[in-house]
């Protein structure tokens, strides 16, 4: 069973996808969004293609824990996302997920442009890694 985790963003939103027995997480792709059927046609192929049972949206959520403007429109997403695929959409807290990101990305050598480009999926990459290791302590 594959999971496929979600770092949503306005314009971007980077995915990752689980291997087969839910251990490890890997990037796929940052999808820049069209019309909204472009997008639901999208994700209907990732999850088809990639047989995706359960997705993880990361949710950006205040350093005090509170939801802000951010968060609401992740969880409007997520609620869309989870009427168009059918499939159950859970959240996870991605707080300083893009700083883990972009600590990360600054230790490889590659080119600011390229670092922008992928930051997105190694937030998601951190989302659904972290997900899965929860989910093996219990």
């Known amino acids: 069973m594959r999971i496929l985790g979600i770092d ?3 314009r971007k939103i980077g995915l990752a996808i689980s291997d ?3 251990i490890t997480a890997q990037p796929l792709i940052s ?4 019309t909204e059927k472009e997008d639901a046609a999208y994700f ?8 995706i ?8 959520l205040r350093m005090d824990g ?5 968060a609401e429109k992740t969880q409007e997403f997520a609620r869309w ?3 168009i695929l059918g499939l159950p959409v859970n959240f996870w807290d991605e707080r300083l997920t893009t700083k883990q990101a972009s600590k990360i990305l ?3 050598k590659i080119s600011p442009k390229a670092k922008k480009n992928i930051e997105d999926q190694v937030s998601a990459v951190i989302i659904l890694s972290t997900y899965l290791e929860s989910k093996r302590a219990g």
């Open 20 to 22: 087969q027995l839910g």
């Open 8 to 10: 949503y963003g306005d």
């Open 31 to 34: 999808y820049r969004r069209k």
């Open 66 to 70: 509170s939801s802000g403007t951010r």
């Open 53 to 60: 049972k359960e997705v993880i949206v990361g949710l950006p």
């Open 44 to 51: 209907k192929r990732v999850v088809s293609e990639y047989e």
């Open 106 to 108: 600054s230790q490889q």
């Open 81 to 83: 996302l989870e009427q």
